[in-house]
């Protein structure tokens, strides 16, 4: 077995694009497969972050709502948000990007609701990661 | 022990955000920033609360780059033809600004991530929309969240 100690792995043809080798004959490219911003925050009380990456703030913006900016943007308003929710009394809650409308490159409204009354909810624990190309 | 920041000038954003993830701790803050927005007059108050990390690089100086370019990124994003940004080379070839206190850093903050119409000429609106406080001034419940509104004999 061999180990691979380096700091930088950049591709030779395009630097900023390395292939994996997958499944069968397949590539899998490495940057369009990294999250480029995540965060982990509490919407339960006065909202308050845990940790993240690439956000410069969150905004408490309704019962139910909240939105996460970026330090690093987006480069264009087509990147892919996922996310999930814990916390008492939530039935199991939900978590989604809002409407496209209110989408841009430095930010998105997320909606947080109640697993099956859809209501919202304001859960303890919100987690939300982004995959997309960067500014 | 504090850290020296390397010259970041030209370094791509993300990568000093991996630098400043693996070697400076997070700074939790208790100031809030509350603000309601003009556009939307029967929406709640909002609250921004700071990222410990992105505030750790402010603290820090030298890894962000200065709000302008942010004004910048968002005038090309409102255009009607817009699709990719094209300029997002200020973001890593503009020289990064220096540290801050905890107080610049919010003001900085309130230029990137609130709305240019709700702090824009602050002074002259007829309304309080934009307050700093502390987290121990919140309501620490949100029964009533949606009926949130910024005091105005407090502002």
């Excluded at chain 1, 490495?30 to 703030?57: E, H, P, V, Y």
């Excluded at chain 2, 208790?30 to 609250?47: G, M, N, Q, S, T």
């Excluded at chain 2, 609106?125 to 910024?150: D, G, Y």
């Amino acid at each position: 077995m061999s180990t691979l100690v380096i700091n930088t792995i950049q591709g030779k043809t395009t630097a900023g694009s390395v292939n994996v080798r997958g499944e069968g004959s397949n590539n899998t490219n490495l940057q369009q497969g990294l999250c480029k911003q995540w965060c982990d925050w509490d919407t339960s009380g006065t909202i308050a972050i845990r940790d993240s990456f690439n956000t410069s703030s969150v905004v408490d913006h309704a019962s139910g709502y909240s939105k996460n900016l970026y330090t690093n943007n987006f480069s264009t308003q087509n990147y892919v948000g996922s996310g999930s929710a814990t916390g008492l009394n939530y039935g199991s809650p939900a978590v989604m990007s809002n409407a496209r409308a209110t989408k841009l490159t430095s930010e998105v409204l997320i909606r947080h609701f109640h697993g099956t009354s859809n209501g919202v909810v304001n859960p303890d624990d919100v987690m939300f990661t982004q995959h997309g190309d960067l500014a | 022990m504090t850290i020296e920041t390397p010259e970041f000038q030209g370094t791509h954003l993300w990568n000093r955000l991996h630098w400043a993830k693996d070697n400076l701790d997070g700074v939790q803050t208790d100031y809030r920033v509350v603000w309601e927005d003009p556009e939307e007059p029967d929406a709640p108050a909002k609250v921004t609360v700071p990222d410990p990390n992105w505030l750790a690089c402010a603290l820090q100086g030298g890894i962000l780059p200065p709000v302008e370019v942010y004004w910048a990124l968002a005038e090309d994003e409102a255009k009607p033809d817009f699709k990719k940004h094209t300029r997002g080379y200020l973001l890593h070839n503009t020289k990064p600004v220096d540290k801050m206190t905890e107080e610049q850093a919010i003001e900085y903050l309130i230029m990137k991530d609130i709305p240019q119409r709700v702090w824009r000429n602050y002074e002259k609106a007829n309304r309080k929309r934009l307050v700093i406080c502390k987290k121990q001034n919140l309501p620490s419940h949100r029964t009533w969240r949606n009926a949130w509104k910024i005091n105005q004999e407090v502002a």
